[in-house]
């Protein structure tokens, strides 16, 4: 099966600028995360949807990141305005309905904010 | 303190040395993923497993619920074996991760 697609794979920009990111997930995967990556540490999951309904987003900094899954399929997370300590790798994951059902992973796309 | 601790942070080895990475949580899950992150940031999945020992080619993995402690072993190292692995605890619903280790094999 095709896996997690993402795009793009690399963006920079200046600080105070916008930007988007989009993931594609797996067909048939209810469950979606974004996470963020900084350099040397863990990813840190930003938002988890459930078709196109928000579980969790706790830790989205929602004054100025929004994400969106409007049909339940793809989705977008924006950063509007983009600020240096953004910098990171954002990783969106997807997977079945299900208790123990395995995660599969995008290959991120790594953001400068310069 | 982290709901999931990795140690080592970083671990260099020689070609053909046995490799054993180590995690540890403090909260309750159903399952336990090992993850390999290469330099261009993708992460790959290599275990997920809830209870005893799993074992793919060179690489095996164990958990032990009652201590909360999980290992990933690599047997006859290589330097393409060189990456971060990442272990992910899921409690309820969502994907809790350690910090990563960083592995460099040498030839």
């Known amino acids: 099966e095709a896996g997690v697609a993402q795009s793009p794979r690399y963006k920079i920009i200046e600080k105070r600028q916008s930007v988007a990111f989009w993931c594609n997930p797996i067909?048939?995967?209810?469950?979606l995360y974004w996470y963020q990556q900084i350099l040397g540490q863990g990813p840190k999951l930003l938002i988890q949807?459930?078709?196109?309904?928000?579980?969790?987003d706790s830790q989205l900094p929602k004054d100025r990141f929004s994400a969106e899954r409007l049909k339940g399929v793809d989705s977008t997370l924006k950063i509007q305005p983009a600020k240096l300590e953004d910098s990171a790798v954002y990783l969106c994951?997807?997977?079945?309905?299900?208790?123990?059902?395995?995660?599969?992973f995008g290959q991120g796309t790594r953001l400068t904010v310069v | 303190k982290n709901e999931v601790e990795q140690s080592p942070q970083n671990l260099t080895a020689q070609e053909g040395e046995f490799i054993t990475i180590n995690c540890s949580y403090s909260?309750?899950?159903?399952?336990l993923h090992w993850l390999q992150q290469h330099p261009g940031g993708g992460i790959v999945s290599l275990f997920m497993?809830?209870?005893g020992k799993k074992k793919h080619g060179r690489l095996i993995a164990t958990i032990n619920i009652q201590e909360k402690h999980s290992s990933l072993h690599i047997t006859a190292s290589h330097p393409r074996d060189s990456a971060v692995y990442i272990c992910?605890?899921?409690?309820?619903?969502?994907?809790?991760f350690g910090q990563g280790t960083r592995l460099t094999i040498n030839p």
């Open positions: 067909s048939g995967h209810a469950t």
């Open positions: 994951a997807s997977r079945r309905p299900g208790t123990n059902t395995e995660a599969f």
């Open positions: 909260v309750g899950i159903s399952a």
């Open positions: 992910a605890v899921r409690g309820a619903q969502k994907l809790v």
């Open positions: 497993l809830s209870s």
């Open positions: 949807f459930q078709n196109n309904g928000v579980v969790d």
